[in-house]
Nanobody
């Protein structure tokens, strides 16, 4: 069974930085895509970024240039470095994974429990 555990998050003022981490277990190889979604109160869950096992990355337009996704295949670990945070980035952030990044972006993968990010103005 695949399990995803997030860490990081917290509260920060606008312009600040936070780093989210996610560790996966239950995979027998590193050939899977990992990503982040977020959901703000009253809004739908939306994709933020994804990274494939070969290191190829993709981002939502709203975070390009501010967020950086990375992963360590040996440790089944992924990070999301978030810089220049804005109040509209406030949300519950979820780690997700699936065999293909297309499925990750469609929200069809496995999910972690989520970690809260709050950005104050």
């Amino acid at each position: 069974e695949v399990q995803l555990v997030e860490s990081g998050g917290g509260s920060v003022q606008a312009g600040g930085s936070l780093r989210l981490s996610c560790t996966a277990s239950g995979y027998t190889s590193s050939s899977y895509c990992m990503g982040w979604f977020r959901q703000a109160p009253g809004k739908e869950r939306e994709g933020v970024a994804a990274i494939d096992s070969d290191g190829s990355v993709s981002y939502d337009e709203s975070v390009k240039g501010r967020f950086t996704i990375s992963r360590d295949n040996d440790k089944n670990h992924m990070d999301l470095q978030m810089n220049n945070l804005k109040p509209e980035d406030s949300a519950m952030y979820y780690c997700t994974s699936d065999a293909e990044c297309a499925a990750v972006w469609y929200g069809l993968g496995h999910w972690g429990q989520g970690t809260q990010v709050t950005v104050s103005s």
